[in-house]
C-alpha cells in the first residue's frame, strides 16, 4: 500500500510539474504577442517562436514521462484512463499558443496598431483561461470544490473570449481602411487566438465529468 501511495504521490507531483511547464509556454506565448504589437520585427517574432516551441515541447516531455509512469501501475486502470485523457486535452492548449504565433511568422502577419490593445485583450483572456485550467487540473488530486469552481471561470473567460472575438471581426469588416485580403487573414488570426480558450473549456469539461464520477 505504501508503494501504491508513494507512485500516486509521484503522478501528482509529475503533472504539477506538467501543469508549470504549461503555464510558462501560455506566459512565453503572451510576452511574445506583446512585444510583436510593440514592434513587429522579423528576427525577434522567429526568436519568440522558438522559445513557445521549446517551452511547448518541455511540457511534451514531460507529458510521455506521465504516461510512462502511470503504465507503471501507478494508478487503478481506470483512474490511468482519466489522467491521460485530461493531459492528451490540456496539450492542445500550449500547442494552440504555439501554431498561433508561427501562424504569424510564416505569414508575415502585421496587427495594425489600432487593433493591437483588442488582439492583446484576447490573448490575455486566453491565457487567464489557460492559468484557470492549469489551477482546476491540479486541483483535481486534492480539492474538487475548488476544482469546480476554478472550472467555472474558465467558462467565464470563455464567454469573454467569444464577446471580443466578434467584436474584432466585425470591427475589422467595417474598416475601409483595410484591404479585403488582410480581413481575411487578421480574421483567422483572432480565431486561432480564440481557440486558446475553447480549448480549455474543453478541458474544464474533462474535469467536470471526472469530478462527477468521483462523487458518486
Not at 466585425?170 to 475601409?176: A, V
Not at 483567422?188 to 473549456?201: F, M, N, P, T, Y
Request: negative net charge; charged residues 30%.
Amino acid at each position: 500500500m505504501a508503494l501504491f501511495v508513494n507512485k500516486q504521490k509521484k503522478v501528482q507531483t509529475e503533472v504539477s510539474r506538467y501543469c508549470s511547464q504549461v503555464a510558462n509556454c501560455l506566459d512565453t506565448f503572451q510576452h511574445a504577442l506583446e512585444q510583436y504589437c510593440k514592434n513587429p520585427d522579423r528576427d525577434a517574432i522567429r526568436k519568440d517562436v522558438a522559445d513557445v516551441h521549446k517551452a511547448e515541447s518541455l511540457a511534451d516531455d514531460i507529458r510521455r514521462d506521465i504516461e510512462v509512469l502511470m503504465y507503471s501501475k501507478a494508478l487503478f486502470p481506470e483512474s490511468r484512463g482519466d489522467i491521460l485523457g485530461l493531459l492528451e486535452t490540456m496539450d492542445k492548449v500550449p500547442n494552440q499558443a504555439e501554431s498561433t504565433v508561427r501562424m504569424i511568422m510564416n505569414q508575415h502577419i502585421v496587427i495594425p496598431e489600432t487593433y493591437c490593445q483588442k488582439v492583446l485583450q484576447l490573448v490575455d483572456v486566453g491565457c487567464r483561461a489557460g492559468k484557470a485550467m492549469i489551477e482546476a487540473a491540479e486541483k483535481l488530486f486534492t480539492d474538487y470544490t475548488n476544482a469546480t469552481v476554478a472550472i467555472g471561470k474558465i467558462d467565464e473567460l470563455e464567454s469573454e473570449g467569444d464577446r471580443i472575438d466578434a467584436e474584432l471581426i466585425e470591427r475589422l469588416f467595417s474598416d475601409d481602411d483595410i484591404d479585403g485580403f488582410d480581413k481575411i487573414i487578421l480574421r483567422d488570426l483572432v480565431k486561432q487566438i480564440s481557440q486558446i480558450s475553447d480549448r480549455a473549456e474543453n478541458v474544464g469539461d474533462r474535469i467536470r465529468i471526472i469530478v462527477a464520477k468521483r462523487g458518486i
